[in-house]
């Protein structure tokens, strides 16, 4: 089953502006990861943010955390054609398993 | 070497073949993880085996078949497959398990049952 839900589906924009996409999920958690897979292609690891803290950043990427809501947002600013890609959330289920929500499209329009 | 390899890149069989996935990592991760991934969709997991045990099968059918010869290498035996079993095939690893750990993904192996 897949925990985490995003939203968007799909985020278009224009090169430089900034995307934002979020995550909800159903149970309680140890941490969060955000991975993203340019089309067709193996995951990248992105960022981990644990359940006792509310705000990550790494580079361009910020990512926020509130556990009452069971929710989760990734910020990109200054997205460039690069950023071109999915991004899935995921959480852990038990001690050993991933689970990845449906993903957003994200699409940076020179 | 923070790489995890794939072969092949690409595979098609026919439902009566019997072929093989590799997977290999020189990290020294002690986790390795096989997922399914059909289009427009996220990974799903198949198989988890921690210390060259198996410790995860997620009820998939007996014609997936994974093995860990060693530390470093994790296969995937194909045999009598079916169309619907076309798919993104990914291998992973981790160092550790207990959720606190990043995977590193390989490329995949774009499988195609004929």
């Known amino acids: 089953s897949q925990q985490g839900e995003e939203d968007p589906q799909a985020l278009s924009i224009q090169e430089g502006e900034n995307a934002t996409m979020n995550c909800s999920y159903k149970?309680?958690?140890?941490?969060l990861q955000w991975y993203r897979q340019n089309s067709g292609r193996g995951l990248v690891h992105l960022i981990l943010?644990?359940?006792?803290?509310r705000e990550k950043h790494s580079g361009r990427l910020r990512v926020t955390l509130d556990t009452s809501k069971k929710s989760s947002s990734l910020l990109i600013t200054a997205s460039r054609a690069a950023d071109t890609a999915s991004y899935f959330c995921?959480?852990?289920?038990?001690?050993?398993?991933?689970?990845f929500g449906q993903g957003t499209r994200l699409t940076i329009n020179p | 070497d923070t790489e995890v390899t794939q072969t092949p890149k690409h595979l098609v069989m026919g439902m009566t073949n019997k072929k093989s996935l590799k997977c290999e990592q020189h990290?020294?991760?002690?986790?390795m993880y096989w997922y399914k991934q059909k289009a427009k969709k996220p990974p799903e997991l198949m198989f988890v085996?921690?210390?060259?045990?198996?410790?995860i099968n997620e009820s998939v059918p007996s014609r997936f078949s994974p093995e860990c010869p060693n530390s470093s290498l994790l296969n995937l035996h194909l045999h009598a497959l079916q169309p619907e079993d076309s798919a993104l095939y990914l291998c992973?690893?981790?160092?550790?398990?207990?959720?606190?750990?990043?995977?590193?993904f390989g490329p995949g192996t774009r499988l195609t049952v004929t």
């Open positions: 995921a959480t852990t289920q038990g001690a050993q398993k991933l689970v």
């Open positions: 943010i644990r359940s006792n803290e």
């Open positions: 990290m020294g991760h002690r986790a």
């Open positions: 992973a690893s981790s160092p550790g398990l207990l959720g606190g750990y990043e995977q590193y």
């Open positions: 149970t309680s958690i140890n941490n």
């Open positions: 085996y921690s210390y060259e045990k198996l410790s």
